[in-house]
Nanobody, 118 residues
Framework: QVRLTESGGGSVQAGGSLRLSCAAS?????VAWVRQPPGKDREVVAR??????YYIDSVRGRFTISHDNTKRLVYLQMNSLKPEDNGLYYC????????????????WGQGTQVTVSP
């Protein structure tokens, strides 16, 4: 398994931006940012398989997932943030193809909190 460490969460007003970072100790085939809103289940909001990014509808056009050339750093640039983007954001990775099922991902970080105020 890969060790993952997230950073970059914080509190912003609606319309603001944050960039989350995930440092990975090893390589991966699939990586995702998974959000858990207060009192709700976790959901994959953005993911990369090999180097192709995918997004859920509610964040497409506002969030951008990317990685550096070494694939040891994974980012989530979040723009035009909304209160419904509130939650604990996890970085998750797998050494296989994974899509929107969070149970497919083998490695998880500890999470970083994002709070968006109206």
């Amino acid at each position: 398994q890969v060790r993952l460490t997230e950073s970059g969460g914080g509190s912003v007003q609606a319309g603001g931006s944050l960039r989350l970072s995930c440092a990975a100790s090893g390589l991966w085939d699939s990586v995702a940012w998974v959000r858990q809103p207060p009192g709700k289940d976790r959901e994959v909001v953005a993911r990369i398989y090999i180097s192709s990014p995918y997004y859920i509808d509610s964040v497409r056009g506002r969030f951008t997932i990317s990685h550096d050339n070494t694939k040891r750093l994974v980012y989530l640039q979040m723009n035009s943030l909304k209160p419904e983007d509130n939650g604990l954001y996890y970085c998750a990775a797998a050494a296989r193809w994974c899509a929107w099922d969070q149970n497919c991902y083998e490695s998880w970080g500890q999470g970083t909190q994002v709070t968006v105020s109206p």
